[in-house]
């Protein structure tokens, strides 16, 4: 079994900065691909930022420049820094990850964090 768990959400004013983390835990092969994803009220889930096992990173339009993906391999960890923060950005932010466990390749999917920016 494969759990991850995002912390780091919460409120911030326009201009402000958060930092999200995501922990990976379980039974792990290896991590492919992970991801950020968000999912405002009234909208579809939406692919944030993601990044390769090997660092390729891959940002949508609305968040270059303003937000940062990271990794850490060794702890299968995943970090979103965003900065310069937006009301547009409220949504709660899910980690996602393509693991190689015994069974083969699967995703996985954290329970959200929500990010709140308002003034």
Do not use: H
Not at 76 to 104: H, I, R
């Amino acid at each position: 079994q494969v759990q991850l768990v995002e912390s780091g959400g919460g409120l911030v004013q326009p201009g402000g900065s958060l930092r999200l983390s995501c922990a990976a835990s379980g039974s792990i092969f290896s991590i492919d691909v992970m991801a950020w994803y968000r999912q405002a009220p009234g909208k579809q889930r939406e692919l944030v930022a993601s990044i390769t096992n090997g660092g390729r990173t891959n940002y949508a339009d609305s968040v270059k420049g303003r937000f940062t993906i990271a990794r850490d391999n060794n702890k299968n960890t995943l970090l979103l820094q965003m900065n310069s923060l937006k009301p547009e950005d409220t949504a709660v932010y899910y980690c996602a990850a393509n693991v190689v466990v015994a069974a083969g390749r699967r995703d996985y999917w954290g329970q959200g964090t929500q990010v709140t920016v308002s003034s």
